[in-house]
C-alpha cells in the first residue's frame, strides 16, 4: 500500500484502504527499522455517537506513544502502553469523540523515526448502516497478507488481554466479544451486530474457525472452511473446501471411502441440537423449531434440506456442523492449516495448535524471559462445557507426539486465501506460501522433531537467556496449579449437572469416552485426567529435568549441579504443600486441597472422570474420610468395571491410538 496515506471514513467506500487500514511506509530518510507501520480506526464509519478506537500495529519492536488528537488540537487520549510482539501494537480510545477531523499519531522514540499520523473524519451524525449484498453473508474486499494477518494478531492479543498470572475465563464465547474493551470490532459494520446473546457452545475447532470468521467477516476478507475425516486409523484427509462466497454449499456428506463408523465426521444435514442451535440468534435470526419440542417428528423422519446461510450466524452454525479436530490435524495442501518454524516471529497470536489426540488451542500472547523469569506463550481454547480459558504453553497442556495414524501435530497457521486477478478464491499450496513474500513461513520443522526436541526447542524461544532454576520450576508449578483450578470449574458444571439430573448418563465404550456427545461430553473429564496426570509428571520430574538440560540454567557460583538438583526437590515439596484449591462438595460446602494432595492421589485420578460419581470421589476423597462423608452418588458398577477396563491408558499416560 502507499505509504503517506490519508483517511477519510466513508460508509459508502469499502476497498481495504478505504475502510480505514493505514499502512505506513517509511519516510524518505527514515531507517529500516522505522517502516510497516500500520493503523486502523473503529467503527468503519466513525461517528460522534459511538467511541472511537484506534489500532497501530509494527512489525518492529519501535518505542513509541500513540495519540488522538481532537479536533480543536487537544490530546484527548494516549497510550504509551505498546503490547509484546510481533506483532507489536498499540491502543487509545475516545468514549465521545467530537464531530470533525481528528488525528491519530503515533510518536515514535527513536530520533530517527519520525511520527506516523493519520486523519480521521467523525461524523456529527449516524451514518448509514453498512450494507451486505443480498445472498451474501458477507462481501470479500481484499486477499489476506502480511497486513491483515498482523490485525489479527494484534485483535487476538486484545481479545484476550490481561496480566499472565490472572485467571482468565468466561462461562461461554460470546461474553469475551461482547465485551467493548476488549473486543476492537465491537460493532464495527454499525449494524448493532455484536448486541444479541446466543447460546452457541463452539467446542475447541470450532472455536479458532469462528474467531477467524468472525475477522474476516469484520474486515471484509475471504474466509473458507473444509471437508475432512477425523483420521481414525489413517491420518486426517480433506476432500472439498468451501469459501464464504458460496454459502449454498455448507453442509457436505461424508469424505469419499468414509466408513460408517467415522460418519460423524460430518453430522448429516438435520437440524443443529437444542444446545447448539440458538447461535442463529447471533447477529439477528431466531432459532427453528426444535427437534424434541412438543408436536415434533419422529426421530427416523427422513431429516429436510438444510437451509442456506441468510445471514452471519447461520453461516457459523453451518461451519460448527462440518469442523472438527481432523481439520486441524491434517498436513497436506488440501488443509486449512500448514506447519510453521518454531521461531518468535511465526508464533504469534492467532497461531493454532493441533495436539494428535484430538484438542485444539490458539496462541494469544508472548511475554518475554525477563531478569530470570521465564519467558511464557498464552492461549485459549474450548472446553466441551462451552467454557473458554485461557491457559500457558506447557507440556501439561500443550500434547505432542507424532503418530501417522493421528495426523500433524503441532504450531500452524491458517492457510492464507487469496484471489488471483478476476480468479475465485484459492488457497495457495504450501510451496506457494514460501514463495509469496507476504507470508514464507511454511516449515517442515516440527515433523522431524521428537517430542523432546519439540518441548526443549519451545523453552529456547519462551526463555533464550539462561534461566534461573528455582524461578523455572515455580513456574512448572504455577502451571499445574492453573491446570488443576480449571478442572475445578468443569468437575463444579458436574455437580451442578448432577443436582438437576436424577438419573445416570450413559457411558460410551472403549476410545469414545474421550469423545462422545451429550452429558458425557459436556461433564466428564476423561481427556483433562490424562493432561493432568502427564502435567503433574512434568512437575515431579523437573529436577530430573534440569539435570538433563543444566546448561539451559544459570547455577549459582560455587554450586554444582547435584546440589541445585538437591535444592529443586526439597524446594518442590515445600512449595506444592503451600499451593491450595477449594472445591465443593456434594452438600455444598467448601473443601481445601494443597496442590501436593493432589499429586499423592495421581492413582485415584485414573478413575475420576465419571460425571456420575460424586465430586469428592472425583477428587479422590479416601473411603471413609471426613472429606468423603458427604458423597451420595456412585457411578453404575458396570461403569466402574468399564473404567477399571481403561484404566491402563491413564496409568501408562498413553492415549489410546484410532480415537477419532
Known sequence: ??????????????????????????????????????????????????????????????????????????????SAERRDGPPYSWFAEVA???????????????????PVTRDITVAARKPAAFQIPAGSIWPTRNNWNSVNEALFSAWIEKLFDAPPDQDLNWKVWYEVLRDPSRNFLYNYLGRNEDHTQTGLRPD?????????????FKMGLPFGYSNCSRGAGRPPKCTQWFDVEHPELTRPPPPPGQDAATVADVPPPAPPPKQTSSL????????????????????????????????????LRDVGDVVHTGAVRAGDDSADFYTIPLTKEALRPGTVFADPYGHVLMLVRRVPEVNGTPGVFLAVDAEPDGSITRKRFWRGNFLFVHEPTLGTPGFKHFRPIVRDKGGPLRRPSNAEINKYPQFADFSLEQSQM?????????????????????????????????????????????????????????????????????????????????????????????????????????????????????????ALTSEL??????????????????????????????????????????WGAPENSEEASTCRRHAPQAQRAKMANYRAWFRERHWPIGRG
Open 280 to 315: 442463529m440468534r447471533l447477529f439477528g435470526q431466531d432459532d427453528p423449531p426444535s427437534a424434541d419440542a412438543p408436536g415434533a417428528p419422529a426421530a427416523k423422519a427422513a431429516p429436510p434440506k438444510p437451509k442456506r446461510p441468510t445471514n452471519f450466524g447461520e453461516y
Open 204 to 216: 475447541c475447532a470450532d472455536f479458532v474457525y469462528f474467531l477467524r470468521a468472525y475477522f474476516a
Open 577 to 618: 504443600a503451600s499451593r491450595k484449591v477449594t472445591y465443593t462438595r456434594s452438600d455444598g460446602s467448601q473443601w481445601t486441597l494443597s496442590v501436593k494432595d493432589v499429586l499423592d492421589r495421581a492413582v485415584d485420578l485414573e478413575m475420576a472422570y465419571n460425571p456420575n460419581d460424586c465430586v469428592e470421589l472425583r
Open 450 to 570: 521428537s517430542a523432546e526436541d519439540f518441548y526443549d526447542r519451545m523453552d529456547d524461544v519462551m526463555s533464550p537467556e539462561p534461566l534461573d532454576p528455582a524461578r523455572a520450576m515455580a513456574d512448572a508449578i504455577t502451571s499445574l496449579s492453573e491446570q488443576i483450578r480449571t478442572r475445578v470449574t468443569a468437575v463444579e458444571n458436574g455437580r451442578n449437572w448432577q443436582v438437576k439430573q436424577p438419573g445416570d448418563t450413559s457411558m460410551p465404550d472403549g476410545a469414545s469416552i474421550f469423545q462422545a456427545s451429550g452429558a458425557w461430553e459436556d461433564f466428564s473429564t476423561p481427556a483433562r485426567d490424562l493432561r493432568l496426570l502427564i502435567a503433574i509428571d512434568v512437575v515431579r520430574n523437573f529436577p530430573d529435568r534440569f539435570v538433563r538440560r543444566s546448561n539451559r540454567y544459570a547455577i549459582p557460583a560455587g554450586k554444582s549441579i547435584a546440589q541445585v538438583k538437591g535444592e529443586l526437590q526439597a
Open 96 to 114: 465521545a469523540p467530537a464531530a470533525g477531523i481528528w488525528r491519530a499519531t503515533l510518536d515514535r522514540s527513536s530520533a530517527d523515526c519520525g
Open 1 to 78: 500500500m502507499r505509504p503517506g496515506l490519508r483517511f477519510a471514513a466513508a460508509a459508502t467506500a469499502f476497498s481495504l484502504i478505504t475502510a480505514g487500514l493505514f499502512h505506513a511506509g517509511p519516510a524518505a530518510a527514515a531507517p529500516e527499522a522505522c517502516a510497516e507501520v500500520t493503523v486502523l480506526p473503529s467503527p468503519f464509519a466513525p461517528w460522534s455517537g459511538m467511541a472511537l478506537r484506534v489500532m497501530a500495529v509494527a512489525e518492529k519492536p519501535v518505542q513509541g506513544t500513540l495519540s488522538l488528537i481532537a479536533p480543536d488540537g487537544s490530546v484527548v487520549a494516549k
